[in-house]
């Protein structure tokens, strides 16, 4: 079975400061892995995915992820913050043996601090 | 290219009544899914359908809740009784048959049982 634990229900940071939002999984095979974020009313949007191939990758916004296998992690990350940045931040999990179902973590709201 | 649709956008209901939610995928899409988001949880897959056939709904309440995708495109999702514990939003998310593990999202329903 698949699972995902986002450390930090809440992260603030300043403009211009680095984002770091944590995600750790749990997977009996390679995973996909996805980071979404989701603005006030609104649906999830992707940012960005791992499915196979390099292991950092870059999505919208200027954020990138990077999978580490060896400590089943998928950090989402973003050098500068801008105050168009908060939101709340979705990290999800699935495997092609699950029928690809999603299994999303409990979510990172992010607070920018100008 | 058109995203998903749903209505209405806010459901307010006394427990006990009944309630239905639509959705419009993606043109094309042949996978649907209706995702249960309750306040400070990430979305949980209720059901997912291929054209118009169940892939799987295991964490579907069928003693309350029904859902169908008549021709393959448009979906409903019932509740009958509502109780208080089903306050939550209600996403529905598409896919097409070659990218299933990408999913898009809509903007979900606000539904509040009182």
């Known amino acids: 079975a698949q699972s995902v634990t986002q450390l930090g229900s809440h992260v603030s940071v300043s403009e211009g400061a680095l984002v770091l939002l944590r995600c750790n999984y749990s997977s009996s095979v390679p995973p996909y892995l996805f980071w979404y974020v989701q603005y006030p009313n609104q649906g999830l949007q992707l940012l960005l995915k791992?499915?196979?191939?390099?292991?950092l990758v870059k999505g919208i916004n200027g954020f990138e992820a990077e999978f580490k296998k060896s400590e089943t992690s998928f950090h989402l990350t973003k050098p500068s913050a801008h105050m168009s940045d908060a939101a709340e931040y979705f990290c999800?999990?699935?495997?092609?043996?699950?029928?690809?179902?999603?299994?999303f973590g409990t979510g990172t709201s992010l607070t920018v601090i100008p | 290219e058109a995203g998903v649709a749903q209505s209405p956008r806010y459901k307010i209901i006394e427990k006990r009544q009944s309630v239905a939610f639509w959705c419009n995928p993606i043109?094309?899409?042949?996978?649907l899914y209706w995702y249960q988001q309750i306040l400070g949880q990430g979305p949980k897959l209720l059901i997912q359908?291929?054209?118009?056939?169940?892939?799987?709904d295991s964490q579907l309440p069928k003693d309350r809740f029904s859902a169908e995708r008549l021709k393959g495109v448009d979906s409903t999702l019932k509740i009958q009784p509502a109780k208080l514990e089903d306050s939550a939003v209600y996403l529905c998310?598409?896919?097409?048959?070659?990218?299933?593990?990408?999913?898009?999202f809509g903007p979900g329903t606000r539904l509040t049982v009182t």
């Open positions: 791992y499915t196979t191939g390099a292991t």
């Open positions: 999800a999990v699935s495997a092609p043996n699950t029928g690809n179902q999603f299994y």
């Open positions: 043109s094309g899409h042949a996978t």
């Open positions: 359908f291929q054209n118009n056939g169940v892939v799987d």
């Open positions: 998310a598409s896919s097409h048959w070659t990218d299933s593990y990408e999913q898009y």
